[in-house]
Every structure is written in C-alpha cells, then in structure tokens.
C-alpha cells in the first residue's frame, strides 16, 4: 500500500547528540514537510521541500536540518543546537502544489534524556 | 496573519450523541479547508476537504460546513462511537507558493460510554 513511514517511532537522545528521523514516501509526492507537535499547540513547521535538492525552513527551523537528495525520502536531524527537542514529530507530503489531500505518517516520539 | 482557531479545545461527550466542533480562520487567499482526526500518538487522517464553492461535505457521521464568507467551519459528528475519541484538526490552506497550511490547534473530543 502507499503512504509515508517514519522511523524509528520512538526514540531518546542524549543531550549534545544528533539524531536523525527518517520520513519515505512511495506515493511519487513532489512536496514534503515535517512538522513538530507539542501538547496543546498545533502544528508547527520545520522544513519543507517542493522538488527534489530542494528545500526551504518553516517557522521553527533553528536547531534542524533536512535533506532532499531522492523525491521518496525527507530526512530530519534534530542537532544539539535545538534546545527543546522533546515533541512529537510528523511528516507529510502532498502531490504538488495545489494537491488536495495532506497525507501524514504515523509520527516519531523524541525524548531527550 | 493568517491564522487558524478552534473550539472548543475539549470536549466530552456521551457515546451515541451529536456534537458540533468550530473552526475559525483568517487565511487568505483562501484555497481549502481540511478537517483530520488524530487519534493519540498517530498521524492525522483526513476527513474532508473544502473548496471555497462548497457548502457542506459529508463522510460517514462526519458532516463540514464552510461558510466561506464569515470564514467560519463546522464539523458535526452524528451519533458518537468511543471510536470517535481523537483530536481533530482544521487546516486552512492558501493559495499561495510555498509554504501553504495553516493548522489549528485542534480539539480534543472524547466520547465516553
């Protein structure tokens, strides 16, 4: 079936570590985002890529990192310059600009330790 | 700004009965409206989307509105199941390049035996 992965689910980190979630997609999406969700706030944009070697920050992008090197797969690095980086994290692709449906994957926990 | 807000933030309610969640907005331009259900430590699933020309939508016992004028949507869930236990999120989007979404904090409904 198509849709988005993210790995690991859940995950702990020391802190000064870098880590890094996986987000793929087989739904041949051009656009991708990932999104950090904290309790009682709605999503919040980290970064986000329309076309492949491409991307562009959000709203919160200070402390993350992204790649676009394959149309399928959206890496983020949580580094250790993020200060808050306990949240639950999502990722999302849409067709293209102007798609209709958001698809989102099943989420990973970060916890920092 | 563009923004997106929601009400009631929680809601309890008993199993079999109706309830009505808001969503108020001030995006523009105007594209779409989304509504998703997330359940806790999941990906949000989409339930309906909206253009500017429609009124209503219905999926199941999930009924939209959208009144594009008062920028004011609706979703009505008709005889609640436990299953229906889930956050549910109304996202706005623009239609503009780039980053296009807009997402309220949602509400969080729980639907009790």
């Known amino acids: 079936d198509g849709g988005i992965t993210q790995s690991p689910k859940y995950l702990f980190r020391k802190e000064g570590q870098n880590v890094t979630l996986s987000c793929e997609q087989n739904l041949n999406h051009d656009a991708m985002y990932w999104y950090r969700q904290d309790p009682g706030q709605g999503l919040r944009l980290i970064y986000y890529s329309q076309i492949v070697n491409d991307f562009q920050k959000g709203d919160i992008a200070e402390g993350y990192s992204v790649s676009r090197e394959k149309k399928e797969s959206f890496p983020l690095t949580v580094t250790s310059a993020q200060k808050n980086p306990t949240a639950f994290y999502l990722c999302?692709?849409?067709?293209?600009?102007?798609?209709?449906?958001?698809?989102f994957g099943e989420g990973s926990w970060l916890t920092v330790v | 700004k563009n923004q997106v807000e929601q009400s009631p933030q929680s809601l309890i309610i008993l199993e079999g009965k109706n309830c009505t969640l808001q969503?108020?907005?001030?995006?523009?331009?105007?594209?779409?409206l989304r509504w998703y259900k997330q359940d806790t430590g999941r990906g949000p699933v989409s339930l309906t989307i909206?253009?500017?020309?429609?009124n209503t939508k219905s999926n199941g016992r999930y009924t939209a509105t959208l009144d594009a004028d008062t920028k004011q949507s609706s979703l009505h869930i008709t005889a609640s199941q436990l299953s229906d236990s889930a956050s549910y999120i109304c996202v706005v989007s623009a239609r503009i390049t780039g980053n296009q979404f807009y997402f309220g904090t949602g509400t969080s409904l729980t639907v009790i035996p």
């Open positions: 969503c108020n907005y001030t995006v523009s331009p105007f594209s779409n």
């Open positions: 909206m253009t500017f020309s429609e």
């Open positions: 999302a692709s849409i067709r293209s600009l102007g798609g209709n449906t958001i698809y």
